[in-house]
């Protein structure tokens, strides 16, 4: 996925009111930008660290620039949580993902389960459609390890147990963990934050719901899929 306009460099001073950052360019100029990105943001927003934000095209915009990517002391870590359905599907069309690949049918935001809208779903007339949910990971864990949810997420235990049902009816279902933060070998459920999803998300495994989870590759004016990382339940 490429970057268009570019990204422009800058610190970050603060994030504030969850959608909120002040950020200061390299020019010195201080400016507010959109932070797309509802979670609490734990372990990748402390003030000083570098930050990638993209200039807005509409001139009707209220806030000019919108946060993509913050340069942590570990590592890249991408914020925009508008990104990471995009880039799966890119990287399912792309052929990157083995375990999604050859479905002829394609298609994003369809409605089922409990008032929901599956991210992808996944269709052939030779064998059952696959539903897959798309969960970003930026927190920090231990070295070299991250976990997700990064704050309480009834929702996100909600979509296990849809996905479940989907199992349940003879569809193939998939949770699939984007690991937005570069450094990172292995992914676990964050027990200590959210318990509840922890729990949800082994039971749906037990059921039968798939885990990948694949890693982000960061370059210079774009960002793609990367190659499967571990999950530890």
Not at 122 to 151: G, H, I, Q
């Amino acid at each position: 996925m490429k970057f268009d306009p570019p990204l422009v460099s800058g610190t970050l001073i603060r994030r504030y009111k969850r959608f909120l950052a002040d950020v200061q360019l390299a020019d010195g100029t201080e400016v507010v930008a959109h932070c797309p990105n509802p979670g609490s943001m734990k372990t990748c927003a402390e003030p000083g660290w570098g930050v990638k934000l993209t200039p807005a095209n509409s001139p009707k915009r209220k806030l000019k620039w919108t946060l993509e990517i913050i340069e942590a002391i570990d590592g890249s870590i991408m914020v925009n949580t508008a990104r990471p359905n995009g880039i799966v599907v890119e990287g399912i069309r792309a052929g990157k993902v083995l375990e999604l690949s050859n479905y002829p049918e394609l298609r994003t935001e369809v409605k089922y389960g409990e008032n929901s809208r599956i991210d992808i779903l996944l269709s052939d007339t030779s064998r059952p459609d696959c539903y897959v949910e798309v969960k970003n990971v930026t927190m920090a864990a231990e070295p070299s390890v991250a976990a997700f949810p990064d704050s309480v997420s009834k929702r996100a235990a909600k979509h296990m147990r849809e996905l479940t049902a989907m199992v349940q009816q003879g569809h193939r279902a998939v949770v699939f963990f984007l690991v937005s933060r570069s450094g990172v070998q292995s992914i676990r459920p964050a027990h200590e934050i959210d318990p509840s999803y922890a729990i949800a998300l082994k039971d749906a495994a037990s059921a039968g719901v798939e885990i990948l989870a694949y890693s982000l590759v960061f370059n210079t004016n774009s960002v793609e899929l990367g190659s499967r990382i571990e999950v530890t339940l």
